[in-house]
C-alpha cells in the first residue's frame, strides 16, 4: 500500500539493522560500554609502559595509584597491563566459542529439520544424551583430555552449547518449511542444498544470532572459570579468569586483585546482554516498520 | 447523518489515529453512527479501512499508544463512554458490550473447561453464587445449540463452527445491550457460516440486542443486517438502509464493489475490478479519498473534500456528484 | 476450444496420511479429466482433502493409490530427471500470498529462481529480461521490481505468484484459493488476470476454492468434495441450474446470496463436519444428510445421472 508511489531505495540492510538495535535506550549503553571495553583492549597496551609480564617484585600488592591505576598483583606486574591483555583472550575467547557452537548447531539443526526421518532421529538423540551431561563437565572433560591452551579452550567451551542451538534452529527449519513458499520453490525444482541455504536459514537464523551473541557472556564467565579451576589458558597468559584465580587468596587482604578482573567481566556481560536484548527486539520483525 | 440522540447508540464524529514511527496512520475520520436496540447495523469495507478499529474504540479495548481517540463522542443510554473511567469501562465490557472476534481459536483458553470460561464471565458481572452461575452457564450452551454435558470439554474438542458458538454464548451470557461482531463468521465454512448467522439473528431478536456487524461480505450484510455504512479509508461513504442500498448503491465505491463481485445469476466474461488500491493512510489524498479510483472523479472532486449528502430519504452517501454524473446511468 | 483434449487424467486417486488416531483419508477414491485450455474447479469445505489433491496431482506429494496421466503418459510414480520434466509443466499458485514468497528475497529474484533451477537461461541478463517479461505480464510496474515482498500489497504479491508459476511455461497450474486472501475489489482484478492468461497461453487450471461464485465465474466443470469424497462432478452451468446431490444442494443454499429481495429457503444441515480420520464405509454425508437411510452406509458408487453428470448418492433418483 505505502509502495505506492515512492521509488524503493533503500540503505543496506545491515546499517537500519544497527540502528534500530542503538535505538533502545540499554542496547545503546551497552553498546557503548563494550566498544569502550574493546577500545581499552586493543589500543591500551599500545600506551602502556609495562607488559603484562613484567615482573616488579619492589611494589607488589600496590594499591592505585599514578604510575599503576589499577593496583598491581603478587608479582607486581601492573594491573592494568594484564587487565587489557588478558581482555583480549577473554572476549575472543567468548566470541570464538558462542559463534562456533552456534555454526555447529545450525549445521546440525537444520539438517535435522529439514531432511527428518532417521536423520532427525539419530541427531536429536545424540543431542538429548550429550545435553544431560553438565555443560561445566563436558568443558572440564574435553579441557582434560586436549589439554590446556587457547584453541583446546574454545573447543570446550563449544561443546557445551551445542545441543540447545541446534534444537532451536530445528525448530525454527520445522516451522519455516512447512510454508508455501517451500513448496513452491520444490514444485519449480529448486535443488536441496538452494532450498535449504537459500530459503529457510535466512529466515531461520534471527533467533540464533541473538542466541549466540547472549551467551558471550556466558561463555566467558564459563572460560573465567575453567582458568579459576586451573584448566583453561595457562599462566602466565593474563586471561581474566586467571587472574581472579590467582588474586583469590588475597581477598581479605588486597581485595583489588580480584575486584578489577571481576568488574571486567561483569562490564563486558552486562554490556552483551544489553547488545543481546537490543538485537532480538531489532530483530522481531513485528516491531519492525 | 442521524444524529437522533433517542437512539440507543450514538457515536458522533469519531477520530482515531495510530502513531508509528513518528507516521501517523489516520484509521477513523469522523465517523458517525447510530444503532437502536434490536437493530443491526452492517459495516461493511475492505481490509484496513478501519472497521475494527471502531469497535475497538467503542469498547475502548485500542491500545494506546499508538493508537488515539482523537476526538468524538460515544453515547450510549445517554452516557459519553469515552469520559467514563477505566473502572467503569471494566464493568460496562461484557455486562453492557460485548463482542465476538473473529478467530474462535484463539479467544477461548484453551486450559479452562468451556463451561467454566462461560461461568467466569458470569460471575464476573452478577452477584450470585457459583453454582447459579455454572447452571447459567450450561442454559447458555444450550442456547446456542450445544447439549449441556459438553460443560466440561476443552475447547480443542470441539470444531470451528462449535467453537465461534461458544465464543457468542460467553458474549450473550450477560445479555448485553450492544453486541459488536467483528467478522464473526469469516473463519467458518460456508454451511457452518450459515447455522451460525441464523443463531446470532435470532438471538439478538430473541434479547433485543443492538448489534454492530463487521464484515467485508456483502452476502453476510444482506442476510442479517437492517442499515448498513460502507467505510472506505476510515469514513463512511454510503449509509442507507440494506435494501435500499442493494437496490440503489449511490456512492462510486460502492457500485464498484458490487461490481467487481462474481455474481450467483448473471453470465459476465469479465469482472470489473475498481482500479487502484486504497489509499495509504499515513499519506490520504488531498479531496475525495476515493478520487484516485473514482471513474467518475474531476479535478474537482480531488482538490476538494465531499460533504455527506442525502440523496434519498435516509440514504446518504459521501459524494458531491453521487446524483448526477455518477448514477445518470442507473 | 477447438477441440477438447485431455492434458490431465486422475484415475482412482487416493492419499491417506498416518496420524496417530489412525488413517486420515484425505482424498478418496477421485477420479476426473481436465482438458487443454480448461478449469476444473474443486469446491469444498475446509478439510475436504481439495489442497492435498492438488498437492497430489503436481507431485508435491506422492499418492497412495490411483493414477495420474499427463498427455496420456502415466506420470504416477515418477523420479529424477522425469519428475523434474514433468514438475516444470506443472505449476502452483497458493492462497496465502504472505507465506508463498520468502520474505528475504526480492520480488525479481523469485521470479528468476525457477529459470535458474531449470538452466533454460545460461546468462543473467537474458534472466532478468524474461522475468521482466513475466512482470510485464502480471503488470508489476517495473519500479517495484526490487522490492521485498513485505513491500507489496496482498495483490501485487498474488501477481508475483502467478508471474512465478508461469516462469517455465506450464501447461497446467493448480491454483489452490488463490483470491479467497484478498479483497474483493482486488480478487476481480487477479481472476481477470487468471483468465486472460488462459486464454493467452492455452492453460489448464484446477482452481481449489470455497467460494462457489468465484469458482461459477471461472470453471467449465465442477467437482464438489465432502471429506474426501467426490460427491458430484458435471459441467458447471448443469450444476447450478440442476444440482443433485444433498450435500450440493445444502452447500448451495448456504452462501449468503446479495439478492435482498428473494430470501432463500436454507437447507439446515445438523451437526457437524465428522473427522476424515478411519471414516466408516459408505457416504460420508449421511451422518448430516436430511434424506439418510440405512442404503447410505454401504460403499457409494458414481452413478452417470445425464451425460457427464455424475452424483455419488444411492437415493438420488429418489430425492429428485
Known amino acids: ?289 | 447523518m442521524s444524529t437522533d440522540n433517542e437512539k440507543f447508540l450514538n457515536i458522533k464524529n469519531l477520530k482515531v489515529i495510530y502513531t508509528q514511527d513518528r507516521k501517523v496512520v489516520q484509521a477513523v475520520n469522523g465517523i458517525s453512527i447510530s444503532v437502536d436496540k434490536g437493530e443491526t447495523l452492517g459495516l461493511v469495507g475492505e481490509t484496513g479501512a478501519g472497521k475494527t478499529t471502531i469497535a475497538k474504540s467503542i469498547l475502548r479495548i485500542l491500545p494506546d499508544p499508538p493508537a488515539k481517540i482523537l476526538e468524538g463522542e460515544i453515547w450510549m443510554d445517554g452516557e459519553d463512554i469515552l469520559k467514563h473511567p477505566e473502572n467503569k469501562m471494566l464493568e460496562i465490557r461484557g455486562e453492557k458490550i460485548a463482542m465476538i472476534f473473529q478467530d474462535p481459536m484463539t479467544a477461548l483458553n484453551p486450559l479452562m473447561t468451556v463451561g467454566d470460561q462461560i461461568t467466569e464471565v458470569v460471575l464476573l458481572h452478577n452477584r450470585i453464587n457459583r453454582q447459579q452461575g455454572m447452571e447459567r452457564a450450561g442454559e447458555m450452551l444450550e442456547m446456542v445449540g450445544i447439549p449441556k454435558e459438553r460443560y466440561d470439554e476443552y475447547p480443542h474438542q470441539f470444531s470451528g463452527g462449535m467453537k465461534q458458538r461458544v465464543v457468542i454464548a460467553m458474549a450473550l451470557a450477560c445479555n448485553p445491550e450492544l453486541l459488536l461482531a467483528d467478522e464473526p463468521t469469516t473463519a467458518l465454512d460456508v454451511t457452518i457460516q450459515a447455522q451460525v448467522l441464523e443463531l446470532i439473528k435470532d438471538l439478538q431478536l430473541k434479547f433485543q440486542t443492538a448489534m454492530i456487524l463487521i464484515t467485508h461480505d456483502l452476502g453476510v450484510i444482506a442476510q442479517t443486517c437492517d442499515k448498513v455504512a460502507v467505510i472506505y479509508a476510515g469514513e463512511i461513504v454510503e449509509y442507507t438502509d440494506k435494501i435500499e442500498l442493494f437496490d440503489n448503491p449511490l456512492h462510486p465505491y460502492t457500485r464498484g464493489l458490487f461490481d467487481s463481485l462474481p455474481s450467483m445469476n448473471g453470465d459476465e466474461a469479465r469482472l470489473k475490478p475498481i482500479h487502484g488500491m486504497p489509499p495509504d493512510p499515513t499519506d490520504l489524498p488531498e479531496g475525495c479519498y476515493f478520487s484516485p479510483r473514482c471513474p467518475y472523479a474531476t479535478e474537482e472532486c480531488r482538490l476538494h473534500h465531499p460533504t455527506m449528502h442525502e440523496y434519498r430519504t435516509g440514504h446518504f452517501a459521501l459524494c458531491d456528484k453521487a446524483a448526477g454524473e455518477v448514477n445518470k446511468d442507473v | 476450444m477447438s477441440e477438447a483434449k485431455t492434458l490431465i487424467e486422475v484415475q482412482h486417486l487416493k492419499k491417506y496420511f498416518k496420524v496417530p488416531s489412525g488413517m486420515n483419508h484425505a482424498v478418496d477414491d477421485v477420479s476426473f479429466t481436465i482438458n487443454r485450455g480448461e478449469t476444473l474447479g474443486v469446491v469444498g469445505e475446509s478439510g475436504c482433502g481439495k489442497s492435498t489433491l492438488g498437492r497430489t496431482l503436481i507431485h508435491l506429494q506422492e499418492p497412495t493409490d490411483g493414477k495420474i496421466f499427463l498427455d496420456g503418459e502415466d506420470v504416477t510414480n515418477i523420479s529424477g530427471e522425469k519428475l523434474k520434466m514433468v514438475r516444470e509443466k506443472e505449476q502452483i499458485i497458493f492462497q496465502d500470498p504472505y507465506s508463498s514468497l520468502n520474505p528475504r528475497i526480492k520480488i525479481e529474484s523469485a521470479v528468476m529462481e525457477p529459470l535458474k533451477c531449470s538452466h533454460r537461461f545460461k546468462d543473467k541478463n537474458q534472466m532478468k529480461e524474461e522475468a521482466g517479461k513475466l512482470m510485464e505480464l502480471v503488470g508489476i510496474d517495473e519500479r517495484l521490481r526490487q522490492s521485498y515482498p513485505h513491500e507489496l500489497d496482498g495483490g501485487r504479491r498474488q501477481r508475483v505468484c502467478i508471474a512465478r508459476a508461469l516462469a517455465l511455461n506450464p501447461d497446467f497450474i493448480v491454483c489452490d484459493e488463490p483470491v479467497s486472501a484478498l479483497d474483493v475489489s482486488i480478487q476481480a482484478a487477479v481472476l481477470n488476470l487468471l483468465m486472460d492468461l488462459q486464454d493467452q497461453r492455452g492453460l489448464s487450471y484446477m482452481f481449489v476454492t470455497h467460494d462457489l461464485s468465484v469458482v461459477r465465474h471461472i470453471s467449465d466443470h465442477i467437482c464438489v468434495m465432502y471429506l474426501g469424497q467426490m460427491v458430484e462432478k458435471c459441467e458447471t452451468k448443469e450444476l447450478f441450474a440442476n444440482h443433485l446431490h444433498p450435500y450440493t444442494k445444502a452447500l448451495l443454499s448456504a452462501i449468503p446470496s446479495t439478492n435482498v429481495h428473494a430470501p432463500i429457503k436454507r437447507i439446515q444441515l445438523k451437526g457437524e463436519i465428522t473427522s476424515p480420520i478411519n471414516p466408516k464405509p459408505g457416504c460420508r454425508f449421511a451422518a448430516r444428510c436430511p434424506y439418510a437411510t440405512e442404503a447410505c452406509h454401504q460403499p457409494q458408487e458414481l452413478i452417470e445421472i445425464s451425460k457427464n453428470h455424475f452424483v455419488s448418492c444411492c437415493r438420488v433418483r429418489e430425492i429428485n
Not at chain 1, 32 to 49: N, T, Y
Not at chain 1, 225 to 230: A, D, E, Q
Request: contains cysteine; charged residues 15%.
Open chain 1, 1 to 289: 500500500m505505502s509502495s505506492e508511489n515512492k521509488n524503493i531505495k533503500r540503505q543496506p540492510e545491515w546499517i537500519a539493522l544497527c540502528r534500530r538495535v542503538v535505538k533502545s535506550g540499554g542496547a545503546k549503553l551497552g553498546a557503548i560500554i563494550f566498544a569502550i571495553i574493546l577500545l581499552f583492549c586493543i589500543f591500551g597496551p599500545l600506551f602502556s609502559s609495562y607488559g603484562p609480564n613484567d615482573i616488579d617484585l619492589m611494589s607488589m600488592y600496590g594499591g592505585p595509584t599514578l604510575k599503576h591505576p589499577f593496583g598491581t598483583d603478587a608479582l607486581g606486574r601492573d594491573m592494568m597491563a594484564r587487565l587489557m591483555y588478558g581482555g583480549r583472550y577473554s572476549i575472543l575467547l567468548g566470541i570464538m566459542a558462542s559463534f562456533c557452537s552456534a555454526f555447529i548447531g545450525i549445521v546440525l539443526g537444520s539438517i535435522a529439520g529439514y531432511f527428518g526421518g532417521h536423520t532427525e532421529t539419530i541427531i536429536m538423540r545424540i543431542m538429548d544424551i550429550w545435553s544431560s551431561l553438565p555443560g561445566m563437565l563436558l568443558c572440564i572433560l574435553v579441557s582434560a583430555v586436549m589439554g590446556s591452551g587457547f584453541l583446546s579452550t574454545v573447543l570446550a567451551l563449544t561443546v557445551g552449547s551445542i545441543p540447545g542451538g541446534t534444537r532451536m534452529i530445528r525448530g525454527q527449519v520445522l516451522q519455516e518449511r512447512s510454508k508455501e513458499y517451500v513448496e513452491a520453490a520444490e514444485a519449480f525444482n529448486c535443488p536441496k542444498y538452494s532450498i535449504m541455504f537459500r530459503h529457510l536459514l535466512p529466515n531461520c537464523i534471527q533467533p540464533m544470532i541473538v542466541m549466540a551473541t547472549m551467551s558471550i557472556g556466558s561463555v566467558m564467565i564459563q572460560a573465567a572459570s575453567l582458568s579459576y579451576i586451573g584448566l583453561g589458558v595457562q599462566p602466565p597468559t593474563p586471561e581474566w579468569g586467571a587472574m581472579l584465580a590467582d588474586g583469590r587468596s588475597y581477598i581479605r587482604t588486597y581485595p583489588h586483585l580480584l575486584l578489577v578482573p571481576g568488574l571486567a567481566i561483569a562490564a563486558t556481560v552486562l554490556a552483551i546482554n544489553l547488545l543481546g536484548d537490543g538485537l532480538r527486539s531489532a530483530l522481531d520483525p513485528k516491531l519492525r516498520d
